[in-house]
């Protein structure tokens, strides 16, 4: 129970990181087909670089499954001469910003993927005989085991400061209610009838 918890919450928030991820890209590489057809809308000369790039830098990727964060001097040189061929000149600050949106939403959908394998995992009972790696889902179980120990910390605290007040509260009464001579009379002939 806990441990499919802790993959839903990790696959939320990846689910939520990727939507924002493909936004980034969608704005930086500008409208789709569909977008250009039905809104009569097409694309600038920098979306036209940025596709490009993107295609580019996708076949990279793909070449590549474990590649790193960073895109090395040697690899921005052949992306830039493989586009210059296809005849088009893509400065280099663009195509690094086209790598690292299109590496956040590769990074965040392989992370995605891992969570469903350690999923499947977990119910088949073969984590420790897979090489699958799970150690992200824990982390996850770790916060979520953490925030749930907050959140009745927090209500424990509340409760316990409203209890508080409450008592404090009546206490006051009872001693105004003490006080008055009137009204411990009229508690006093209520008691006898």
């Not at 809104?39 to 295609?55: I, M, Y």
Request: charged content about 30%; proline content about 2%.
């Amino acid at each position: 129970m806990q441990w499919d918890n802790s993959i839903s919450f990790m696959e939320q928030i990846l689910r939520e990181r990727i939507g924002l991820a493909t936004e980034e890209l969608d704005t930086t590489i500008g409208p789709s087909w569909t977008e250009r057809w039905s809104g009569w809308r097409s694309r600038s000369p920098l979306e036209l670089q940025c596709v490009a790039a993107k295609n580019e830098l996708h076949k990279l990727l793909v070449a590549d499954e474990v590649h790193g964060k960073k895109l090395e001097n040697d690899e921005l040189t052949t992306v830039r001469k493989n586009l210059q061929t296809q005849g088009v000149d893509v400065p280099y600050e663009i195509i690094c910003k086209v790598w690292e949106k299109l590496y956040k939403l590769t990074f965040l959908n392989r992370a995605l993927t891992s969570a469903q394998q350690c999923r499947k995992a977990f119910y088949h009972r073969n984590i420790a005989c897979n090489a699958v790696e799970c150690n992200d889902v824990v982390l996850f179980w770790r916060a979520t085991r953490m925030l749930e120990i907050t959140s009745n910390a927090l209500r424990l605290q509340i409760m316990n400061t409203e209890a508080q007040r409450l008592e404090k509260e009546v206490k006051q009464y009872l001693e105004e209610l003490s006080n008055d001579e009137v009204k411990k009379e009229e508690t006093n002939h209520r008691k006898e009838s």
